[in-house]
C-alpha cells in the first residue's frame, strides 16, 4: 500500500516557522520526485515546491522563494518542507505529492495533507 503521510502543521503567528514532513512507504522513493502542493481556502491547488531525484535540484514557485526550503532523505524515505517568514496568505493545507516521470503532468500519488495557518 502506497501511503505519504504529511505531519508538522499548525498555527503560527506571521513571521513564525514550520517544518513539514511527508513519510513515504510502499513505493521507490528515490526514483520519485517529490512536490508540496497547497490549497488555501476557496481557491485551486497551488504548486509550492520541488525535488527531484539524483542530484535532487530543487524548485520553487515565485510566492515562497527565498523563504521556504524543501528538502529530502532518501534513507528515510522522507521529504521536508522549511517554512520561514510566514504569511497569512501561506494559509492552506499542504499536500506532498510523488511524481515518478518529470514529463507527466500529473502526480502519482499524493498525502491526506495537513493544515498550516498563520495568523495573529
Known amino acids: 500500500e502506497v501511503l505519504l503521510v504529511e505531519s508538522g502543521g499548525g498555527l503560527v503567528q506571521p513571521g513564525g516557522s514550520l517544518r513539514l514532513s511527508c513519510a513515504a512507504s510502499g513505493f521507490a522513493f528515490g526514483k520519485f520526485a517529490m512536490s508540496w502542493v497547497r490549497q488555501a481556502p476557496g481557491k485551486g491547488a497551488e504548486w509550492v515546491s520541488s525535488?527531484?531525484?539524483?542530484?535532487?535540484?530543487?524548485h520553487y514557485a515565485d510566492s515562497v522563494r527565498g523563504r521556504f526550503t524543501i528538502s529530502r532523505d532518501n534513507a528515510k524515505n522522507a521529504v521536508y518542507l522549511q517554512m520561514d517568514n510566514l504569511k497569512p496568505e501561506d494559509t492552506a493545507v499542504y499536500y506532498c505529492?510523488?511524481?515518478?516521470?518529470?514529463?507527466?503532468?500529473?502526480?502519482?500519488?499524493w498525502g491526506q495533507g495537513t493544515q498550516v495557518s498563520v495568523s495573529s
Open positions: 505529492a510523488a511524481k515518478y516521470s518529470p514529463s507527466s503532468g500529473s502526480f502519482d500519488y
Open positions: 525535488i527531484s531525484t539524483g542530484l535532487g535540484e530543487t
